[in-house]
């Protein structure tokens, strides 16, 4: 048994997974072999499900019969949605809303315990169903609005944009949301599917992993930084300087640009590359290039200025923001439609992990006192 420290277990192999492969040299992104780009261009949210959780690419009858079980498991009991309400006028953060309405949701499931994959796969099917229900009405109770229910005949992607404004979305926007979805349902044993998966080790339900997925996430060095980016991008249009300008100000005065750095890529996020295309079609489509122009034109500056020779590139981070926004989505939930796409990966990794399951349990090196001599109580 080793005693090396690895402080954030950086570098160690604690499974062996057939999900998904991230080559950060190379900037490739892989889900069971297949290529990010070749999914995110050719195939829907619903596909890449499946492929995830049984192995293979569905033909059109498995298909179909897929994102029919799935849509009909898009419901959420009314008590949930009251939840809901409650925590949107108490002015809840939108990812502790859907972390608490998440794990309540366990109350309205027959099937509490998972003892096979099968059944792994049928809870985790039901909860990746309903969390963008519970997501889009935490958005509407936030705007004083009734909750819009869930349309079957829509797609994953399509539903959720519906549920959210009231109105089925134009075919752009639908399919680059898709797209966005994809991009995000897998990453590898990053810091939210590991959480999940040491709760399924546990042989916890599938509530629970996905629970403390959405906790792990909601942390400031994990998921939040395409708010970031945002946030930096208004306030780079309301300061009327050219961005480059800005960025250049910004730096000279210490501050860090959000959405350049990855734990893995040392070259650009394959993700990124992806997104930045489809921003090119939506700015198209509105005839409002603002954003595009200015995340271009910081890219290049950084560029220029050598930050890729250090390995440091735009992450996936970097252009999500910008699509989302320009789908007029709140900043403030670009994290918590983050957790909605990659409840599908920790369901993958959970029903992975537990066909072979050991029991995830590390040591820390003890540094306290070796020895302490106790007092009782009355004599301290």
Request: hydrophobic fraction near 35%; glycine fraction near 8%; avoid cysteine.
């Amino acid at each position: 048994m080793s005693d090396e420290l690895k402080r954030g277990l950086e570098g160690v192999l604690v499974t062996e997974s057939e999900l998904s492969h991230v080559d950060g040299e190379a900037g490739r992104l892989v889900y069971r072999g297949y290529d990010i780009e070749e999914l995110a261009r050719g195939a829907s949210y619903e596909e890449v499900l499946y492929l995830l959780w049984h192995g293979s690419l569905p033909t059109r009858d498995e298909l179909d019969s897929f994102s029919a079980s799935l849509a009909a498991e898009r419901d959420v009991d009314s008590e949930v949605l009251e939840t809901v309400r409650t925590l949107a006028d108490a002015d809840e953060r939108p990812m502790a809303a859907l972390r608490t309405a998440t794990s309540m949701l366990s109350a309205y499931d027959d099937d509490e315990a998972v003892e096979s994959r099968g059944e792994t796969i049928e809870q985790g099917t039901r909860i990746t169903a309903k969390v963008p229900t519970v997501l889009a009405a935490f958005e509407r109770a936030r705007q004083g609005e009734a909750p819009v229910d869930p349309d079957p005949d829509l797609s994953h992607a399509g539903n959720f944009l519906y549920m959210l404004t009231g109105v089925e979305p134009d075919t752009v926007s639908e399919e680059t949301f898709d797209m966005a979805l994809t991009l995000h349902a897998d990453h590898g044993l990053n810091a939210s599917t590991f959480t999940a998966m040491v709760i399924g080790s546990t042989m916890a339900d599938v509530y629970s992993g996905v629970t403390g997925g959405i906790g792990a996430l909601s942390g400031s060095l994990h998921g939040g930084a395409n708010q970031d980016v945002m946030e930096l991008l208004y306030e780079i249009d309301e300061s009327s300087k050219d961005p480059v300008q800005w960025v250049k100000d910004a730096r000279d005065a210490g501050r860090r640009i959000p959405g350049f750095g990855h734990r893995v890529y040392e070259v650009k996020d394959p993700r990124a590359r992806i997104l930045e295309d489809k921003l090119r079609d939506l700015s198209d489509s509105s005839g409002d290039r603002t954003w595009l122009d200015y995340t271009t034109a910081i890219e290049a500056h950084l560029t220029e200025e050598g930050l890729l020779e250090k390995g440091i590139a735009p992450n996936v981070d970097f252009y999500s923001g910008s699509v989302y926004d320009s789908m007029g989505i709140p900043m403030d939930l670009f994290t918590p439609i983050f957790a909605m796409s990659r409840v599908g990966g920790w369901v993958a990794h959970v029903a992975e992990y537990q066909e072979d399951n050991r029991l995830i349990r590390p040591r820390a090196r003890y540094t306290g006192p070796e020895s302490a001599e106790f007092v009782p109580i009355d004599e301290r």
